[in-house]
């Protein structure tokens, strides 16, 4: 697994090979949970299960990856979990870099796996066959955005404002099936679709969709483009939500979205009144979505995309490149789009 | 499809889910004997059905069965693997005279100051190169073999039972005594029990022993191939193909040659193995695959390997057109055995008459009701005629006619034009209707 590698990138990196390495040296706790992990979700995907071996070392990688916790830019996902110079496992509320001192994060990274964690090295096991091109990637992306997905802080574009962004665009484009699910079903959209956020769809879209929809992700570079095709896909359905009277019938409506094109539903239902009649987007009431709503749409989502209009000359090439539909980001525009932007929180 | 008041009748000699479902979905009924509209055959009735001294057996018009009498001439291992050689031969040398004939006339041409005509073959109709590894058939060319196998000492190589199934009785060779196995086995016996004077025919071919791996493994896809016509061709391609992965990660270890874990991908082989998965069942989608290859490789390469397979399918017919017997009643659904080795090259391995029905996992086996539905649904409207320059997707479901030999019809042409130009235009509308069906951006959704 550990083959001949060059590399040329900065010193920062030296540490994902140290955690490739790390792999074959040391046993940590978390490896078996992780294991597991693999075993119930990639392994048995009808569409990743190919890559299992490699999704595996990618986890465990990043757990061993001690930098992954000053890297990811809205702070730890959560409470990091310590043992201390005699071994004991204790758990601090202290940031991590303090807890350094006196004990040891169990895992290293510093992040504590979750069911369902393992879904996120997934897509990059297509972009790349080997740990060493594939890791670096993976480290960063989750780093930049897919941390946020399950991190519970105050940090902007974290999982509690990605929710809560998610409902408000619900019930601002299908407010009658909002309520429908409040009221009469004493459920909500969020229930539904929370499992569709965390994972950044992976798992429920195809493999290609995630990797068109992570693209884009990295374009806009903002992870609020996950709850946003959320709520896409909510008020997409919302006539069938509206006609299920059972929670089955609507579990049914959520459980199988293999079908969805996300890029052309996230472009109609973002810049429907933009691109003008030909794209009308039909809110329930049948109606092509008023300037009023669009408004009120672009109202949420404008100071997630404005605060993103500092972008580099690389970025709006690769930007249009992206847009233009060209298939996966190359691993070039990745390096390009992932160079860090000032410091790191260190 | 039905029209009304139309009762058709069925008869097959499989009662598997998928074709009795669609049977009885479509509200046909069902007869055991000659009474039928559409007969999903085994290979072995069908021997019995065109058998000329059987006349009484003989099809009606409008009958329908779902193989060509010596469909064998390509489904057998050893007569396919010989008639593709005797195919290239003759392409080869068809070729080489159309080129030296298009060099004379381009320098006749430049020495009487003319433009250089253009007598070159559209790309799509050169045969490509080798796509069957090299075959010997043993006994019969044992001596051959032996001498192409010391001229490259460190190869290895595949032996395969020319009547059997399902990966039986398949073993690796890498050194000539191996072959042991296949000559002190012991003879098979007839119905009386008696030993048959011949070992059984093997064939065996040199083993591509770099394959592409995806996660480390090795795999080989399955591809369903519609043929309704063999003169003229028409040929449909599912894309529902699917990857078969072995379980264990792939080795070119001696000590893992008798591994079959490794090397060999028949599903009914993989399905013993500890690590097999009900789940997915080691079946992978072929867009997967190319979404893969895209990926890592890029667009170009996955496109050019969508085209090389369509390739290799549509020359592989055509190497047999010539000798199957093109009975207006038959169509066949064949399953064909591709692998791709490293350098995105794919081999033909096998060619199957009749691939299997059974179906191991939810996503197969509503991948193969709708092969079914489909097949049905193309096969009786081709035999009616009711298919002419149809384009329509819904009644191709997910077929795609990737080639079509019938002459289009022609409006005429305008008086005064130069009858060469004509031969040309005529000659690239004649070719095969190219519709890349594996390729992402086009088919394959």
Redesign the interface.
Known sequence: MIADYTHHYSLRVLSAEEAARGICEWEWLTDDVLRLDVAEHC?????Y??????VEALVLALSRDCEVGQLCESGLPQVPLVADAAGALAVQTSELREVRAGGQAMPPSGVVPFKGFSNYACPF?????RLETAYPIFRSFYCRHLCRLHTISDHPETLLSLCALFEQLVVSTAPRAAQHLQFVLDSSPLRYAFHWIVTGFVGSLP??EV?QLWDRVLGFDSVALVPILAAAIVALRSKLILAARRPEEVQLVFSDISCVKAIPLLQSFLFAHELGADANWRTEHGSVLSAALAAKKAALVAPILEAKASIGEHDVGALSRLFRGE??ASTDTVEILLQPQGDCNA | MRRENERIVYRTDFDKYVLISNFERLGWTRSTDEDFDIYWASVHNVRGLFNPEVLSKRLRDGQVVNHFPNHYELTRKDLMARNIKRYRRERERQEQAEESLSSFASFAARKKGQSEPNLSMPQVDRVPPEWVPATYSLPNDYAIFVEEFRKSPNSTWIAKPTGKAQGRGIFLVSKLNQLKRWSNAPKEKNQQGQPLPFREPYIISRYISNPLLVGGKKFDMRLYVLVTSYRPLKVFLYRGGFCRFCVEQYSTDVAEIDNIFVHLTNVAIQKQAEDYNEQHGGKWAISDLMLFIESTRGRAASEKLASDMEQIIVHTLKAVQGIIVNDKHCFEMYGFDVLIDKDLRPWLLEVNASPSMTTTTEDDRLLKLRLINDVLNIAIQEKRGQLEGCDDDLILGDFACIFDEKPKVNLGTRSGEDPRSERNERSSSRGPRRSNSFSRTGYWR
């Open positions: 392994a048995n995907d009808v569409s299960f190919p890559f299992d071996e490699l096991a297509f972009l790349a066959d493999a290609e990797l298939g996966p």
